[in-house]
């Protein structure tokens, strides 16, 4: 094994068990830490036409253009006006950089893997096919993401076109 590839598994091995949570209203949600590029307070979107409802727009990073999905929409829950909490979490999806637009981000927690459960079989909402466990953390739960089911294969070939 090369230096390179002991590295690589030294990091994943670090961040394993590892979620950024963030707010949806009062909802606590988590994504694994390994595809958290960086987080960014809101900034200005500029909207490009013919894309879903839920893509915002896109917006320039520095000399990166990225888009910005809102959350909320892509959730099906109603679109709140940004404020100074609101933040940008930049994630890496099949190597397509996206903006995931969210209430506010909490916190860095580590969960192990005997207190995730799997989500209960309930196709009541649209946001529960995006739902790969529940962490048990104290008395509260979190909601973890399958972050790469927020995008389709339509989805992720059409932004890998803006």
């Not at 694994?32 to 500029?46: A, F, R, S």
């Not at 995931?100 to 196709?123: A, F």
């Amino acid at each position: 094994m090369s230096e390179n590839e002991k590295e690589i598994l030294i990091e994943e091995d670090t961040q394993k068990g590892k979620f950024l949570t963030f707010k949806l209203e009062k909802e606590t949600y988590g994504i694994e830490i390994k595809y958290v590029i960086e987080i960014i307070g809101i900034q200005e979107i500029t909207e490009v036409p013919q894309l879903p409802d839920f893509i915002k727009g896109i917006i320039n990073l520095r000399g990166r253009i990225i888009p910005v999905m809102d959350v909320r929409l892509r959730f099906k829950k109603n679109f709140v006006e940004y404020n100074d909490r609101t933040c940008v979490i930049v994630v890496d999806i099949n190597n397509l950089s996206l903006g995931l637009i969210v209430d506010g981000v909490s916190e860095v927690i580590s969960i192990k893997q005997e207190d995730i459960v799997p989500p209960p079989d309930i196709r009541v909402n649209n946001e529960s096919r995006y739902i790969c466990g529940i962490g048990k953390v104290d008395d509260d739960v979190k909601l973890l993401l399958d972050i790469e089911k927020l995008l389709n294969v339509e989805e992720i070939n059409e932004l890998n076109n803006v």
